[in-house]
């Protein structure tokens, strides 16, 4: 599967969003390939004939929990974004506001996506799609936030906002120092600044 395609999604029933949730704490908490299917279905009180009725695969509840973790940080995202003044330095700032939000809440160990590809770096896997598509689509957002400040920079302030990002959640993972998502803000603020950013 290229990394272009978009990979098959299931029709949630009552007992297959029980394993979902269950499995992405236990993915999130001790890593993808640690966990396996008997602990799903303990943790979700279902049996394994009933986990494996719903998702088919181990490989497809993987699918399920980044597929979902993208969706719902897109969703948050877009309320930070709705809520800052367009074409400004603030849009762009919104989007380490909002990283921060769901790092505190969400994401103690950093990047669900990042993670996962330090398990999952093969582009035949049916979830590296959703993987590589998140940051696809978080470059092409910086991008199309600094084509609104620098048309003639875009892609190069695009990048570098990019990874400020980037770099700021595996610093968040790591927690070697205190809230490096603030300090990327700063960084990228100061950038803004210089590259003439309205406010």
């Known amino acids: 599967m290229?990394?272009?395609e978009r990979?098959?999604?299931i029709t949630m029933t009552p007992a297959a969003r029980r394993v979902l949730e269950a499995a992405a704490r236990l993915f999130y908490e001790r890593g993808i390939h640690a966990v396996g299917v008997d602990l799903i279905a303990a943790e979700a009180g279902v049996t394994k004939k009933t986990?494996?009725?719903r998702f088919g695969s181990k490989e497809q509840i993987v699918v399920e929990y980044l597929a979902d973790r993208d969706e719902r940080w897109r969703a948050f995202l877009a309320q930070h974004l709705d809520a800052a003044r367009s074409g400004s330095a603030a849009r762009v700032l919104a989007v380490f506001d909002a990283s921060r939000a769901w790092s505190a809440k969400n994401s103690s160990k950093g990047c669900s996506m990042v993670n996962a590809h330090a398990e999952i770096s093969d582009p035949s896997h049916?979830?590296?799609p959703i993987i590589t598509g998140q940051k696809q689509w978080m470059l092409a957002l910086f991008t199309d936030l600094a084509r609104d400040i620098t048309p003639d920079r875009a892609d190069h302030l695009g990048r570098t906002l990019m990874l400020l990002h980037e770099g700021a959640l595996v610093?968040?993972?790591?927690n070697i120092f205190a809230d490096p998502i603030n300090d990327a803000r700063e960084q990228a603020q100061a950038l803004l600044a210089a590259a003439g950013a309205p406010e």
């Open 2 to 4: 290229g990394t272009t």
């Open 7 to 9: 990979p098959q999604r």
């Open 51 to 53: 986990l494996y009725d």
């Open 126 to 128: 049916p979830a590296y």
């Open 171 to 174: 610093a968040h993972g790591l």
